[in-house]
Nanobody
């Protein structure tokens, strides 16, 4: 009933910026939390950022000061603004949402940062 779709990925040079979006559609009664994960080639999946209903945020140490998670409740959309990108940020980024009592995942979007 609920689908998450990411967009905004692509290829940029080191030092550049990207903004990822994740839009939820379907039967939505309330989003309790948004998360952004990433998984680089050969590495474990990493939790990059969390945004709770209280608007409290948590960031991985590797992205603090460079990434910002935000949301637009009217659009049921979460964003990840990524600045000062580094080659080590290259990964597939995937959004996750706790909606009602259920957990949903997007398909993922590729971010590639070249030096």
């Amino acid at each position: 009933q609920v689908q998450l779709v990411e967009s905004g990925g692509g290829s940029v040079q080191a030092g550049g910026s990207l903004r990822l979006s994740c839009a939820a559609s379907g039967s939505i009664f309330g989003i309790n939390a948004w998360n952004w994960y990433r998984q680089a080639q050969g590495k474990q999946r990493e939790l990059v950022a969390t945004l709770a209903r209280s608007e409290s945020t948590i960031y991985a140490d590797s992205v603090k000061g460079r990434f910002t998670i935000s949301r637009d409740n009217a659009k049921n959309t979460v964003y990840l603004q990524m600045n000062s990108l580094k080659p080590e940020d290259t990964a597939v980024y995937r959004c996750n949402a706790l909606i009602g009592w259920d957990n949903y995942w997007g398909q993922g979007t590729q971010v590639t940062v070249s030096s």
